[in-house]
């Protein structure tokens, strides 16, 4: 039973990636996903977070991303995505990706704080924006 995020690699500024985190053992869909990144000496940052239930799409992302992260799943591959566009060097980070079962009526307040998923972390993936 495991999340394994991947996808991680160089890339120029302004360039585009898309991460993946696959679930094993379990199904991703009857979770929150949450995404976050721990850049060097920093702390872990949350990113975004697509809610739980098959079907369902709703995302919440962090003002401070500005557009630039975009969350989405696929429920036949068991994998939640990560698109992150126009990439700078302050991008740079490890990328993790995490699931809980979230109260519902406590997602958005709560999504952001790595301290809420005590279920499943992914590995991380190290995403490096250098010229």
């Known amino acids: 039973v495991q999340l394994q995020a991947s996808g991680g690699g160089l890339v120029q500024p302004g360039g585009s990636l898309r991460l993946s985190c696959t679930a094993s053992?379990?199904?991703?869909?009857?979770?929150?996903i949450g995404w976050f990144r721990q850049g060097p000496g920093k702390e872990r940052e949350g990113l975004g977070c697509i809610k739980a239930g098959p079907g369902v799409t709703r995302t919440h992302y962090a003002d401070s991303l500005k557009g630039r992260f975009t969350i989405s799943k696929d429920e036949e591959a068991n994998t939640v995505y990560l698109q992150i566009y126009d990439l700078q060097p302050e991008d740079t980070a490890a990328y993790y990706c995490?699931?809980?079962?979230?109260?519902?009526?406590?997602?958005?307040?709560?999504?952001?704080?790595?301290?809420?998923?005590?279920?499943?972390w992914g590995q991380g993936t190290l995403v490096t924006v250098s010229s």
């Open positions: 053992g379990f199904t991703a869909a009857h979770y929150d």
């Open positions: 995490a699931a809980e079962r979230i109260p519902p009526t406590l997602v958005q307040a709560t999504w952001r704080d790595p301290r809420v998923y005590t279920n499943f």
